[in-house]
Every structure is written in structure tokens, then in C-alpha cells.
């Protein structure tokens, strides 16, 4: 397969459909969060099911991966990827027929299967697809375009509630998915050839079993969720913390999430500007210092703040900068840590985060309910301190491996 070198307006279509329906995917997620109070109180419940509604869908996220990275393997990448973008759009829909909170999680669930498609299959092609510093800066800017959901997700979200019911977001998602689905039919490129790779469950589950004794990959795949977790978890419990605690109203509480995400984009940008100037993961390694000023942050606001939200918002912010320095960069040092086919690699890959992810959020949840915003500040700083533990040795294994790599191409030439 050839790679790209560069993007033009004939192969920029498939990013841009790709980053479409990854819109779709996360802003099911973060425009439904500010109607999660009506959604409760619409069922019956009480709030504690505001935060599970996210666990569900990234739950959801981790259930097909091992089956839809190796299947992308045998048939293709293209069909895998338009099956999944109309599974999706189906799932938004059928939440016209949600009658109580049981059969809602349902659908959370089953919308969350759309994240298996953008990492084990659309993620993996892009890595396929371009060389690796184009690979890393298309993947960032790609999140830049997506981070647009959680940005406008809250401020849309707290703005529809106000006029519509909840439902109508999951239309309006729907109709979004499929405009993706039309640009990525045109567009998609099939990066695989389907003679090359068999549907053999033997060697699938070997391969899955050599990922899991690779530590590399191990510790390269779990420094992703671990990075990204403190966001995670304010994405989670920002409704409650905002709108239940401080007293917020829901536009508020939506204008509020503008600068966490303005800061994660920020740091994407960063690095495309500098990836083609630093060995790549010198980046991750700028990351840690915003994110350990963040958890400072956060502390001192829940210890010594009569008005701790706003330090929390400042420090999520440092952290999230961090994290769009160093996401794309951990993604593909995992993504490369195995020589196992990629879609099985993306897929082993999406499995572990998403099920870190929800493990963690449920942890977090129940660190602030126990005890607060202190609970919440502990928590953080627990997943920052394991970051910073498994990053400082698989990056820098990373980087000695590139470095090598390179010295032994040059005495080659």
C-alpha cells in the first residue's frame, strides 16, 4: 500500500467524514449531559444515575472491539466502518422509544458500541494510511475537530433543553451520523487486502494473548485512559458538581465546560506545530508539567477554596492541555508496540482504555459522593501519579527504539 505524504483536497474527504462521525459519537455523549437532569427526572430516578450514564457508554465502547479489529483484518476496513456508522445512527433513534431509565442505559450502551468503529477500524486506517509523524498530526488534528463536540456539546445541549425535549438531540445526532456516513461511502480508502489476513479464531485469540504478555503495549495502551481519566470524570460529574452543588443554571454550567476544551485543543495544536520538530515523544514529556500544575490546582481549591468549583475548572484546564500535548503521541506508540495485525492491535487497544475509562469514572464517582470535591481532587491525583509512573519508562523506551532505529538506517545508507 502506498502512503500518503501529504494531505490534499483529494484525499482530505475521509478524515473529514471520519471526524464527522466521531463528532457524532462524542457529542451523543457530552450533549445529552446537561439533559441527563430532565432524563432522571423524567424516569423517576435520582441523580446518582447522571454519571452512569456515561459508564454505559463506554462500556458499550469496550463490548465489540475484539471482534471488529479482526474482522476489519479479513474483510475490510471499509465495510466494518459503514456496518458501524449505521449501527449508530440506528441506536440514536431508537431513543424515541426509551420508557424507562433501564431500557435508556440500553441505548447508552449500544450508542457507545460507535467508539469500537472510530478506534479498532477509522483510527487504525489513518495509521495505515499516512507515515508516521503525518499519521501522529492527522490524528491530532482530527481531535481537534472532534474535541468541537465537547465544546459545543453542553452550551447545545443546556440550549435545547430549554425549548425541546432530550429526544430531539438524538435526532439531531443521528442526522449528523449520517452525513458522515455519505462522505465516508465516498471516501474511505480499504487499506487492508483481504487475501492477506484470515478469520482464524486460533490465531485471533493468540494474538490477543501475545498482546497481553507484551508489557510495552500494556503499559503504552493503560497510560492513555490514565492520562485522560480527570477530564473523563469531570465530564461525568461537571452536571451534578455545576448545576446541583454550586448552584449553576444548566447555561452556565454548558459556558463553563468552553475553557476545559478550548485548552485540550490548545494542546493539540501545539503539537502539530511542533511535531516535525521534536522526537516524538519529547511532547508527552512537556505534558507532565501542566498536569501535575493542575492536580496542584485542584488541590488547593477543594482544601483552602470557599468556592472550590472554580480552582477545579482552572485545573482540569492545565491537565487537559497536557493531555492534547500527549494523546496522539501515546496512541501511537501503543498502536506500534506490537507487530500483531493493527486492527487487532487498535482493538485490544480500544478494549483496555474504554474498560479503564469505565472502571475509573465509577471510581471517581464514588470518591465524590463519598466525600466530595477532596474525594474528586484524590482520585485525580491518584490517575496522574500512575500516568506519571507508567509514562516516564514506556516513553522513554519509545524514544530509545526510534533513536536506534534511526542510527541504524543511517549506517545502512
Given at each position: 500500500m502506498q502512503k500518503l505524504l501529504v494531505l490534499t483536497p483529494a484525499n482530505l474527504l475521509f478524515p473529514l467524514a471520519l471526524v464527522l462521525f466521531e463528532f457524532s459519537v462524542y457529542i451523543a455523549n457530552d450533549m445529552i449531559q446537561p439533559g441527563m437532569l430532565a432524563v432522571v427526572r423524567e424516569f423517576g430516578v435520582d441523580a446518582s444515575w447522571v454519571p452512569s450514564a456515561l459508564t454505559a457508554f463506554l462500556l458499550g465502547g469496550a463490548l465489540l472491539p475484539w471482534l471488529v479489529g479482526p474482522w476489519s483484518d479479513h474483510i475490510g476496513r471499509r465495510p466494518v466502518m459503514l456496518g458501524g456508522v449505521v449501527f449508530f445512527i440506528l441506536s440514536c433513534v431508537a431513543t424515541l422509544w426509551a420508557h424507562d431509565i433501564f431500557s435508556f442505559m440500553l441505548l447508552r450502551l449500544l450508542q457507545g458500541m460507535g467508539l469500537c468503529f472510530i478506534s479498532a477500524v477509522g483510527y487504525a486506517t489513518i495509521q495505515e494510511a499516512y507515515v508516521e509523524n503525518t499519521a501522529v498530526k492527522v490524528t491530532a488534528l482530527m481531535a481537534n475537530v472532534a474535541l468541537i463536540a465537547p465544546l459545543v456539546?453542553?452550551?447545545?445541549?443546556?440550549?435545547?433543553?430549554?425549548?425541546?425535549?432530550?429526544?430531539?438531540?438524538?435526532?439531531?445526532?443521528?442526522?449528523?451520523?449520517?452525513?458522515?456516513?455519505?462522505?465516508?461511502?465516498?471516501?474511505?480508502?480499504?487499506?487492508?487486502?483481504?487475501?492477506?489476513?484470515?478469520?482464524?479464531?486460533?490465531?485471533?485469540?493468540?494474538?490477543?494473548?501475545?498482546?497481553?504478555?507484551?508489557?510495552?503495549?500494556?503499559?503504552?495502551?493503560?497510560?492513555?485512559?490514565?492520562?485522560?481519566?480527570?477530564?473523563?470524570?469531570?465530564?461525568?460529574?461537571?452536571?451534578?458538581?455545576?448545576?446541583?452543588?454550586?448552584?449553576?443554571?444548566?447555561?452556565?454550567?454548558?459556558?463553563?465546560?468552553?475553557?476545559?476544551?478550548?485548552?485540550?485543543?490548545?494542546?493539540?495544536?501545539?503539537?502539530?506545530?511542533?511535531?516535525?520538530?521534536?522526537?516524538?515523544?519529547?511532547?508527552?514529556?512537556?505534558?507532565?508539567?501542566?498536569?501535575?500544575?493542575?492536580?496542584?490546582?485542584?488541590?488547593?481549591?477543594?482544601?483552602?477554596?470557599?468556592?472550590?468549583?472554580?480552582?477545579?475548572?482552572?485545573?482540569?484546564?492545565?491537565?487537559?492541555?497536557?493531555?492534547?500535548?500527549?494523546?496522539?503521541?501515546?496512541?501511537?506508540?501503543?498502536?506500534?508496540?506490537?507487530?500483531?495485525?493493527?486492527?487487532?492491535?487498535?482493538?485490544?487497544?480500544?478494549?483496555?482504555?474504554?474498560?479503564?475509562?469505565?472502571?475509573?469514572?465509577?471510581?471517581?464517582?464514588?470518591?465524590?459522593?463519598?466525600?466530595?470535591?477532596?474525594?474528586?481532587?484524590?482520585?485525580?491525583?491518584?490517575?496522574?501519579t500512575l500516568f506519571l509512573l507508567l509514562s516516564r519508562r514506556t516513553v522513554g523506551a519509545a524514544m530509545a527504539e526510534r533513536r536506534s532505529a534511526a542510527w541504524l538506517a543511517d549506517e545502512a545508507g
Open positions: 456539546g453542553p452550551v447545545a445541549g443546556a440550549a435545547l433543553i430549554q425549548v425541546w425535549p432530550w429526544r430531539v438531540s438524538f435526532m439531531l445526532i443521528a442526522a449528523c451520523a449520517s452525513l458522515s456516513f455519505v462522505g465516508l461511502w465516498l471516501a474511505m480508502p480499504e487499506t487492508v487486502s483481504r487475501s492477506r489476513q484470515s478469520m482464524s479464531w486460533p490465531k485471533i485469540g493468540r494474538d490477543y494473548l501475545a498482546l497481553l504478555r507484551n508489557r510495552r503495549f500494556l503499559a503504552s495502551t493503560l497510560c492513555i485512559p490514565l492520562l485522560a481519566l480527570p477530564l473523563m470524570g469531570w465530564i461525568a460529574l461537571s452536571p451534578v458538581m455545576l448545576i446541583e452543588r454550586a448552584g449553576m443554571s444548566v447555561l452556565e454550567y454548558g459556558l463553563w465546560q468552553i475553557p476545559v476544551f478550548c485548552s485540550l485543543i490548545a494542546g493539540n495544536l501545539f503539537l502539530v506545530r511542533f511535531a516535525d520538530h521534536w522526537p516524538l515523544g519529547h511532547s508527552v514529556r512537556l505534558g507532565r508539567a501542566p498536569l501535575l500544575a493542575g492536580v496542584a490546582m485542584l488541590f488547593v481549591g477543594c482544601l483552602l477554596s470557599a468556592a472550590p468549583h472554580y480552582f477545579m475548572i482552572a485545573g482540569i484546564c492545565l491537565m487537559a492541555f497536557g493531555e492534547g500535548l500527549a494523546f496522539a503521541v501515546l496512541y501511537r506508540f501503543a498502536l506500534t508496540a506490537s507487530r500483531v495485525a493493527q486492527g487487532t492491535v487498535a482493538a485490544a487497544l480500544t478494549m483496555l482504555s474504554l474498560l479503564t475509562y469505565a472502571l475509573g469514572v465509577e471510581i471517581i464517582k464514588q470518591a465524590y459522593l463519598r466525600a466530595g470535591f477532596a474525594g474528586y481532587a484524590v482520585a485525580v491525583l491518584c490517575c496522574a
